[in-house]
């Protein structure tokens, strides 16, 4: 007899769960050649007092990031929304939250972006989101001192499974305790030296809050995050105010780099692409040279 179960985390050959109806928690084997991942469903065949995984159910999407070789690597599958939390200390390293957007934008996962640590600054994340806004992402300034403020997110996780990243030490736990108290992620402080943060999680793991009906999934802090090896069309289809602008280029093949009557080079002459996010998908479109 096979049941549904969902995947909470992995490791090498056994992976916890939880039943899709109830909810209750179980380990299981698998094979190898199955390779489950965070948030996975999965058909669970339960014989001699033990439980083994006989199938994955096909996603519908995955969270993603680059392994050390430039290659796809699968972090979080089945995914509705990402919260992206900046902060104004760690400040963002640049160009992060475009490669987080651009990874969404290519899995059709819905963002939500999250400016943390307003107590320290109000100030500084001002123009980024009105900039965000007016391209029609949803945004939240949040300060752990004003727990309103962080409240305000809870509606938008409800009966949904949403992927929290950010860079270590932007506060995804303080954020995460307000909105499901039921639900403790690892900490990390920043170091006085470097003023980043500590990794502390390395297995992504998800939680689910019976409050909320909602799913979240905590992945590894990261002082950068990669994309895997992508052309520059795939990039720049990342970028939602260049996708009306896809298919207008004189050449079929264009990069929006240096061709002539390039539509999207036009665009920000004009002033209806920002110069700041043409610039960083400039940035991003070379740092693929590193994975050839």
């Known amino acids: 007899m096979t049941e549904m179960y969902r995947v909470t985390s992995t490791q090498k050959t056994t992976a ?11 380990h299981a084997f698998f094979a190898r050649k199955l390779k489950p991942i965070c948030g996975d469903f999965v058909e669970v065949e339960a014989a001699k007092n033990e439980h083994k995984i006989k199938k994955i159910q096909k996603r519908y999407n995955s969270f993603c990031r680059a392994d050390n070789r430039g290659n796809k690597q699968h972090i979080a599958a ?24 651009i990874s969404a934008e290519l899995e059709g996962i819905e963002p939500i972006l999250v400016f943390n640590k307003s107590d320290l600054d109000n100030q500084v994340f001002i123009n980024t989101i009105n900039q965000y806004e007016r391209l029609g992402y949803q945004t939240f300034k949040t300060s752990r001192h004003d727990t309103a403020t962080i409240a305000a ?20 736990s303080s954020i995460t305790r307000v909105m499901m108290p039921s639900v403790e992620l690892k900490t990390g402080k920043l170091s006085q030296k470097t003023g980043k943060g500590a990794h502390t999680t390395s297995v992504t793991q998800m939680y689910y809050d019976e409050p909320l009906d909602a799913y979240i999934i905590d992945s590894p802090g990261v002082w950068e ?4 090896q992508m052309s520059p069309h795939d990039i720049a289809a ?3 105010e260049f996708q009306e602008y896809l298919g207008d280029c004189k ?4 990069t929006h780099i240096h061709e002539p009557q390039c539509a999207i080079m036009q665009a920000v002459k ?5 110069e700041n996010r043409y610039q960083s998908y400039l940035r991003i479109v070379d740092s693929m040279k590193y994975w050839s």
């Open 16 to 26: 916890s769960l939880i039943k899709e109806d109830d909810h209750t928690p179980i």
């Open 78 to 101: 089945n995914v509705n929304q990402i919260m992206i939390v900046m902060a104004v200390e760690p400040f963002p390293t640049r160009d992060i939250l475009n490669r987080y957007l």
């Open 153 to 172: 997110i809870k509606p938008t996780l409800k009966s949904k499974t949403t992927v929290i990243v950010g860079q270590s030490g932007v506060g995804k």
């Open 225 to 228: 995050y990669g994309l895997w």
């Open 238 to 240: 990342g970028f939602r």
């Open 251 to 254: 050449f079929s093949n264009c």
């Open 270 to 274: 004009k002033g209806d692409i920002r």
